[in-house]
């Protein structure tokens, strides 16, 4: 919050919440943070459900998760054609990302939210500029404030600064339930095999996570305005 001025006076935030340890995590924090009375600001959160993608999370167990940090709940339920998007060489996750961004989106405008909470933590962000690097030929990654150009609202990513590794072992620690199905498609994916190459990077340099994070600083890539 600090260094990236993700969080103001009077915003209200959407939080993206999946379900997963990350988006938990994200709630947890901003609600927590939230009782604090500098800056002020509200937390709501949108659970979307995917009709047609065979994995889901239990839905009382969010609810429940957000009555306990008075945080309310959205629900909403959508879908897309995984033959329609193919034909156009969109994969299932991209078509699946888009389809849930479209529902927050519509949904923080209409409860006059101004921002929008992902639970992308800095592994994500490490993992994102080395596909970038590798498969667009150029160096970026999802920031960690994003003023969109089309609508009033900013993407902000609070966790942009926690290691994977440390989430887990907070998960563990809190009892988080995990997802009843992991999605069909997540093993494959480029993001799978750059987890794998990263990884490998780690073991030959364990500062190398902390030399790609002050190279996207320095070329100002964590903040897009």
Same mark, same amino acid.
């Given at each position: ?8 006076? !009077? ?10 340890? !990350? ?31 065979? *994995? /889901? ?6 609810q429940?998760f %957000? ?24 994969? $299932? %996750? ?13 949904? &923080?405008?209409e409860?006059? %939210?101004?921002?929008?909470? +992902? ?9 994102? &500029? ?15 404030? +994003? #003023?969109?150009?089309?609508? $009033?609202?900013?993407?902000?990513? $609070?966790? %942009?600064?926690?290691?994977? #590794? !440390?989430? #887990?072992? *907070? &998960? ?13 498609? /997540? ?5 799978? !095999?750059?987890?794998?190459? *990263? ?15 002050? &190279? ?10």
């Amino acid at each position: 919050m600090a260094t990236y001025h993700l969080i103001t006076d !009077d915003d209200h935030i959407l939080v993206g919440l999946s379900g997963g340890k !990350d988006s938990l995590l994200l709630l947890e924090l901003l609600a927590k943070r939230s009782r604090i009375h500098h800056p002020r600001f509200e937390v709501e959160a949108l659970h979307v459900r995917m009709a047609n993608i065979h *994995y /889901e999370t239990d839905t009382s167990y969010l609810q429940q998760f %957000c009555d306990n940090l008075g945080v309310k709940l959205h629900v909403l339920t959508t879908s897309f054609e995984v033959t329609d998007g193919s034909r156009k060489g969109k994969t $299932p %996750c991209f078509l699946c990302s888009w389809n849930r961004r479209k529902q927050m989106f519509n949904l &923080a405008q209409e409860l006059g %939210c101004n921002k929008i909470a +992902l639970g992308h933590h800095q592994d994500d962000l490490l993992h994102t &500029a080395l596909m970038n690097l590798t498969f667009q030929g150029r160096f970026d990654t999802m920031p960690a404030l +994003l #003023k969109m150009r089309k609508m $009033p609202l900013s993407i902000i990513r $609070p966790l %942009c600064m926690i290691e994977e #590794k !440390d989430i #887990k072992l *907070y &998960a563990e620690l809190q009892g988080y339930q995990k997802q009843q199905k992991l999605c069909p498609y /997540e093993t494959f994916s480029h993001r799978a !095999d750059i987890k794998h190459i *990263y990884d490998a990077i780690e073991q030959m340099n364990p500062e190398a996570r902390y030399s790609m994070w002050n &190279a996207l600083n320095a070329d100002n890539k964590l903040i897009e305005e």
